[in-house]
């Protein structure tokens, strides 16, 4: 058994079903199954049954866990969100506190936004080590999209970039999800040596290909017979619709002899409500919706797709990286990436030949990517296989564990 305990702080985790929290919980569950000792701090809600009540201590599969007191606003009112945030921050503070002592590691993800300026005073005064696990910039992405449709003075954003700085450069080690977000911390000034990339990643185990007549979602959903092209997870302000919603008008104005093709949305987010009402101003009607999806289901429900869509606004690459498309190459399908060619994932998807990638507002060629996925189901299925390899051999959730591991064994005593 270790000596060393390792502290994570993040507001969801299991059995919560939000990306953050599952990548949380793999992690965490294999370095305690590794002789770890593991403690998470972490809220007593769940991002998708915010209702939802759990233990405030208990231990599962060897992760001793402290679900701290919040209050309960929710994300609709940004100063109800600023209030749940405070007391996250005060809870998680003296929990860390009482937790913590001298040589333990804590690990400081991204939510709330600025947990590692609580985490690094908190690890400076009990002489512990600090890895931030960035998932996210902060204020960065807030500065691009705004604060729930607000804006802050930019002298707000410079201000709280100067306690986020300082944490990032105090940190024993800084870990990115790419090469663009490992840049934008080089630029921020934090030292090469405590940077390192560890990409997010997919469960193969969990998440395997299901042929389209062998997917009970795909038939309970109708799409049996037609061409789907997915969208799952978060529609946020850091995502881009439009280009989605001109490319659906286009195709349902296509030639009766073209492709019979569908849209599965499957999930939630801040602009879906918007993007539903355009599609019903613009009578289109190719479109389904669908809610989330529990964990065990995301296998049928990613490969009821034939193609998937990530979006990312080229303006925020380097502070985000769409953690959904690990777990669509894990089902075997290709990818379509819409945003900045020189992205994050457009790199893999163009070094590996995943799929396409298209400019922002590039509706016409999103369309003719779609079409020719949806005229040759050969070439869908070829690089939907590859994609499965790729993601095999790269982004399997054992090597990432294995990565996390070697991070540890290297970290100075």
């Known amino acids: 058994m270790s000596a060393t305990r390792l502290v994570f702080l993040n507001r969801y985790f299991h059995p919560d079903q939000s990306a953050t929290s599952q990548m949380l919980s793999d992690l965490t569950f294999a370095l305690a199954e590794n002789g770890h000792r593991v403690a998470v701090i972490t809220s007593r809600?769940?991002?998708?049954?915010?209702?939802?009540?759990?233990?405030?201590?208990?231990?599962?599969?060897?992760?001793?866990?402290?679900?701290?007191?919040?209050?309960?606003?929710?994300?609709?009112?940004?100063?109800?969100?600023?209030?749940?945030?405070?007391?996250?921050?005060?809870?998680a503070t003296l929990t860390l506190w009482r937790l913590t002592q001298a040589g333990h590691i804590i690990f400081a993800k991204t939510d709330p936004p600025l947990l590692s300026v609580v985490a690094a005073v908190i690890a400076c005064?009990?002489?512990?080590r600090l890895?931030?696990?960035l998932q996210d910039l902060f204020p960065e992405v807030a500065e691009v999209v705004g604060l729930n449709r607000y804006q802050l003075p930019r002298f707000v954003y410079s201000a709280l970039r100067v306690p986020r700085n300082w944490s990032l450069r105090f940190a024993t080690m800084n870990v990115a999800l790419g090469d663009r977000m490992a840049e934008r911390l080089a630029a921020l000034g934090v030292a090469r040596n405590r940077i390192d990339i560890?990409?997010?990643?997919?469960?193969?185990?969990?998440?395997?290909?299901?042929?389209?007549?062998?997917?009970?979602?795909?038939?309970?959903?109708?799409?049996?017979?037609?061409?789907?092209v997915?969208?799952?997870?978060?529609?946020?302000?850091?995502?881009?619709?439009?280009?989605?919603?001109?490319?659906?008008?286009?195709?349902?104005?296509?030639?009766?002899?073209?492709?019979?093709i569908r849209w599965l949305f499957v999930g939630g987010g801040a602009l879906r409500g918007a993007f539903e009402s355009e599609l019903r101003a613009r009578?289109?009607?190719?479109?389904?919706?669908?809610?989330?999806?529990?964990?065990?289901?995301?296998?049928?429900?990613?490969?009821?797709?034939?193609?998937?869509?990530?979006?990312?606004?080229?303006?925020?690459?380097?502070?985000?990286?769409?953690?959904?498309?690990?777990?669509?190459?894990?089902?075997?399908?290709?990818?379509?990436?819409?945003?900045?060619?020189?992205?994050?994932?457009?790199?893999?998807?163009?070094?590996?030949?995943?799929?396409?990638?298209?400019?922002?507002?590039?509706?016409?060629?999103l369309t003719e990517r779609i079409v020719a996925l949806a005229r040759d189901p050969d070439l869908c299925r070829e690089i939907g296989a590859s994609?499965?390899?790729?993601?095999?051999?790269?982004?399997?959730?054992?090597?990432a564990i294995d990565?996390?591991?070697?991070?540890?064994?290297?970290l100075p005593v």
């Open 230 to 260: 997915g969208y799952s997870g978060n529609l946020g302000r850091a995502h881009d619709y439009r280009t989605l919603l001109d490319a659906i008008a286009r195709l349902e104005g296509a030639r009766p002899d073209s492709p019979e």
């Open 125 to 128: 005064q009990r002489g512990a």
């Open 283 to 365: 009578v289109l009607k190719s479109v389904i919706f669908k809610p989330y999806q529990p964990r065990d289901l995301l296998p049928q429900s990613l490969s009821a797709a034939d193609v998937h869509l990530v979006c990312l606004r080229p303006e925020l690459e380097g502070l985000i990286v769409p953690s959904k498309f690990y777990g669509i190459a894990a089902v075997g399908r290709p990818t379509i990436f819409v945003g900045d060619r020189d992205g994050e994932i457009a790199r893999i998807i163009r070094h590996y030949d995943l799929g396409f990638v298209v400019a922002q507002g590039d509706a016409e060629g």
């Open 387 to 399: 994609a499965r390899k790729v993601c095999e051999d790269k982004f399997e959730r054992q090597i």
């Open 45 to 91: 809600q769940r991002y998708d049954a915010p209702e939802a009540r759990m233990a405030s201590k208990e231990t599962v599969g060897g992760v001793e866990i402290h679900r701290i007191w919040t209050s309960r606003f929710g994300r609709g009112n940004l100063v109800g969100r600023a209030v749940d945030y405070v007391t996250f921050y005060l809870s």
């Open 403 to 410: 990565r996390w591991e070697s991070l540890l064994a290297r």
């Open 198 to 228: 560890i990409q997010n990643w997919a469960d193969g185990n969990l998440y395997k290909p299901i042929e389209p007549a062998d997917n009970p979602l795909r038939r309970e959903w109708g799409l049996e017979g037609k061409f789907v």
């Open 131 to 133: 890895i931030n696990w």
